[in-house]
DNA sequence: TGTACATCAGTGAACGCGCGTTCACTGATGTAC
DNA sequence: TGTACATCAGTGAACGCGCGTTCACTGATGTAC
């Protein structure tokens, strides 16, 4: 944040958090590359030092947005070891938190409408982190007996689903905005039902 | 269609649906209120005869659009019935088939991020639709002992969280672009493994 | 049926604005000797 | 340690553009008599 005068110091991770922030308020497609670079004290030209332009500015937030999402995940699932089912739940909350705590990342990463292979770099980070559930889901769903197992991605597609839909209907300002439940619960609830659904959890409540 | 020359006819209907088709092409925040003018072949100073501006314009969009939903939601329950269970998975059926159809629509009601608060026409269509969801949840839990029944809007909010999360990653262009399978599937298999957790289907495959 | 007039819907010119992008530039930083 | 120079990062002016919005206007439509 010391301003050093003329050099910024790091410019380009200043504007993707300046991104981030506008983001978060107006979301992906409300904000633009001059207030980006007012954002943070600069000339809009001096954007073009760092992105090609607004585009690319939002593919590396998005991307960062991957990784750190990727990693919490990653930490979740450890967490909850030895337990699978733990584990797995761990996750989902995981989830929540993710989009809760980094708004600007959950928009740059699944509203603002990117194409995945325009940015080669922000495809290779979204595999990843999509890999980190779909492991998830196998390990919970080697509990089954082999015959009556759902494939492993198809589960973990369930899954997010569910979440992203309780985070987009229920966790923000939108259209179902007097939330019945807090999202939390909702996903928690969900999410347990599904897995009494699959022989994962006792029938009984 | 046909032009009459000076007078439109049904400027602001045309108005709407130019705006949907723009919406579809490049979502919510995409578009202008000079492009839904020209696409109409009209001054943009015309759209102030109807509007108020672009955000009562795309307002007008959604509140049809719930309109639509709420009547295609009511027709697939009652094509359902007598079977409450049939009648739900109809429903969700129609979710995936109005998202699809609709797609202006859909994206003008759940992305446009437009504050249901300013815009008091398009909350009660909101609410009217909401309703028929939580009717069709109601009438499937009264099928459950009354000590094993979740509240049936939470019930609700469950399937509608999940539809609209597959919606959204699966049936887009976006970050799940690769889909593993088809939306109408994974919808129809995650309710089903939903309604067995509920007891509402038999555990067995 | 004809005429006069009120209402209405859309025009077209104008405005100020902020945008993205380019360009030659300059001040700061780093490095070779 | 000092100097000369190359590299680099950001400047600031400029451009053309399309936007939203306003305004006085005019041509078309409807209606009263």
Redesign the interface.
């Known amino acids: 944040m010391s301003k050093q005068g003329y050099h910024h110091g790091n410019l380009r991770q200043a504007l993707v958090e300046a991104a981030l922030d506008l983001i978060t308020e107006k979301?992906p497609?409300?904000f633009t590359l001059s207030e980006a670079a007012k954002a943070v004290g600069v000339t809009p030209a001096a954007v073009y030092r760092h992105f090609a332009g607004r585009d690319d500015l939002i593919a590396e937030a998005a991307r960062q947005g991957y990784g750190i999402f990727g990693a919490l995940m990653e930490y979740a699932f450890n967490q909850g070891k030895p337990t699978a089912l733990a584990a797995f739940e761990a996750t989902g909350r995981a989830y929540l938190a993710f989009a809760r705590k980094y708004p600007g990342h959950y928009q740059a990463?699944?509203?603002s409408?990117l194409?995945?292979?325009a940015h080669p770099e922000l495809a290779a980070a979204?595999n990843k982190a999509?890999a980190v559930l779909e492991m998830a889901a196998v390990k919970l769903s080697e509990q089954l007996p082999a015959d009556?197992r759902?494939p492993a991605?198809?589960f973990s597609?369930?899954i997010?689903?569910?979440?992203?839909?309780?985070v987009?209907?229920?966790a923000r300002?939108?259209?179902?905005?007097k939330s019945?439940?807090p999202p939390e619960d909702?996903l928690e609830?969900?999410i347990?039902?599904?897995?009494?659904?699959?022989?994962l959890?006792p029938?009984d409540?």
């Open positions: 979301g497609q409300g990463m699944f509203e409408g194409s995945l292979n979204a999509r009556k759902p991605s198809m597609a369930h997010w689903a569910l979440s992203h839909g309780v987009e209907l229920f300002g939108s259209p179902g905005a019945p439940y909702l609830t969900g347990g039902i599904y897995l009494r659904g699959l022989g959890l029938p409540r």
